[in-house]
């Protein structure tokens, strides 16, 4: 995850750079319930209004969180599926919150209504993040549901009603990328506290449909538009929190911004994002499904690394010695082609495997998301090795 706001505002009021502190523990993706009441293009758990037999009881659920607080996971994100569709959820929520986890709860929104907002807020999350990829039909069409932009937009209004601090989560095609400037403007109008653009990352229906995915181009503009609209909140005092996810070139593109907005400051936020170090799938990022199957993070449903049911998850995660989790924990890690020779290594860690999995079927090949020329990135007749399979569409101006 990239905190682009923390780092625009250390832009504007600097001060001493110094190293992150990294928690004992990794952050816990946890898909609840694979069941989900939508059935969106880009799914990466391939979730369906369906039973998926074999997931963890409530009583389970509570054994792992025990462990996890243990080995000193600093916080747990409920997700799914759809997690408001597992009966225990509260329950769960409760528990974790009285254990001291940080909590997030992952969901789209559909099913927040005026009769269940007393117990969500009741919950205590930290905060809860609502999924919306678009304009209303953009949207509708993107998550397979007429009427699923209105239902989670009513449940961002709930939420602020009660109180609680809500988010947008919205991932990047090439269908929603005209719809931006909109979205940005929806978060002024619903006074909402949160903007996560997440990139689009190939796996599960998110795999299939993977010629979607934005062109280089659609991605340096929508990166540049929120920077600058980041930039612009704060110089008004506005503060709202903008960070995305799924594509560490995000750090070294804020670099080049910098450069050209904040000369001065461009050191200093070298050194803060080298601290921040880029991709943290299988370090500070793990996953664990419905299933009690433990993966590097939630893109990884393929490649399990022991179940909870087995063994605890502080063991599977301290042990783990296959390929790509040794990989995952090496500096720098075993990347080829341009991510080898890029001078932003340091910075965005080799970014996204899954994508480059996906194409090239090497862990380790370059990622074919990163949206950086040649030129930026100190590689010279380099041709790409990997290349993102989008559809060939018109690029839209902004
Ligand atoms: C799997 S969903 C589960 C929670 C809830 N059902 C929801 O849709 O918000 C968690 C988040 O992952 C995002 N997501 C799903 N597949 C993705 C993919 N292939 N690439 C990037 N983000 C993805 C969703 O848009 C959502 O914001
Ligand atoms: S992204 Fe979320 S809402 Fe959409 S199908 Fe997957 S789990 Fe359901």
């Known amino acids: 995850m990239f905190r682009m706001t923390r780092y625009i505002k250390s832009l504007m009021n600097p001060a001493p750079v110094r190293p992150v502190p990294k928690?004992?523990?990794p952050v816990v993706i946890w898909n609840l319930i694979r069941r989900c009441n939508l059935t969106c293009k880009h799914c990466y758990s391939i979730s369906a209004d369906v039973?998926?037999?074999g997931e963890l009881s409530t009583d389970e659920v509570y054994t792992v969180m025990d462990d996890l607080k243990d080995f000193g996971v600093p916080v747990l994100i409920l997700s799914g599926g759809e997690p408001l569709m597992r009966p225990d959820i509260f329950d769960i929520s409760h528990r974790a919150k009285a254990m001291g986890f940080y909590v997030g709860l992952s969901t789209n929104g559909t099913l927040i209504t005026e009769e269940n907002i007393g117990q969500i807020a009741e919950a205590g999350y930290d905060y809860v993040g609502i999924s919306i990829d678009g304009l209303e039909q953009t949207h509708d069409e993107f998550r397979q549901k007429k009427g699923a932009f209105a239902a989670s937009m009513k449940a961002v209004e709930l939420c602020k009603k009660a109180g609680i601090k809500v988010g947008l989560r919205f991932t990047l095609t090439q269908d929603n990328f005209p719809q931006l400037p909109d979205?940005?403007?929806?978060?002024d109008e619903h006074d909402i506290d949160k903007f996560y653009l997440s990139h689009l990352n190939y796996s599960g229906r998110g795999g299939r449909n993977r010629k979607r995915d934005a062109w280089y181009d659609m991605t340096r503009?929508?990166?540049t538009l929120l920077f600058d609209h980041c930039h612009d909140e704060l110089q008004r005092g506005i503060?709202?929190?903008y960070v995305t996810g799924n594509n560490d070139a995000d750090g070294p593109f804020l670099l080049q911004w910098a450069e050209?907005?904040?000369?001065d400051q461009v050191a200093a936020l070298k050194q803060r994002l080298t601290y921040w170090g880029g991709n943290a799938s299988g370090v500070n990022i793990s996953n664990i499904d419905n299933l009690g199957e433990v993966h590097p993070d939630t893109f990884w449903w393929d490649y399990n690394l022991g179940n909870v049911r087995n063994k605890p998850f502080?063991?599977?995660w301290s042990e783990a010695n296959d390929p790509l989790m040794v990989g995952f924990r090496q500096s720098p890690r075993p990347v080829k082609g341009r991510c080898a020779d890029c001078r932003y290594l340091s910075i965005c860690n080799g970014n996204t495997r899954v994508r480059a999995y996906n194409i090239s079927r090497d862990y380790w090949e370059e990622d074919p998301g990163c949206y950086l020329t040649n030129e930026e990135i100190g590689v010279i007749d380099m041709p790409r090795r990997v290349a993102a399979p989008v559809t060939e569409i018109p690029v839209h101006n902004l």
Do not use: V
């Open 23 to 25: 928690p004992a523990g």
């Open 51 to 53: 039973d998926f037999k």
């Open 183 to 187: 979205m940005l403007k929806l978060l």
């Open 221 to 223: 503009e929508a990166m």
């Open 239 to 241: 503060e709202r929190e």
């Open 260 to 263: 050209e907005h904040y000369p």
């Open 314 to 316: 502080s063991r599977i």
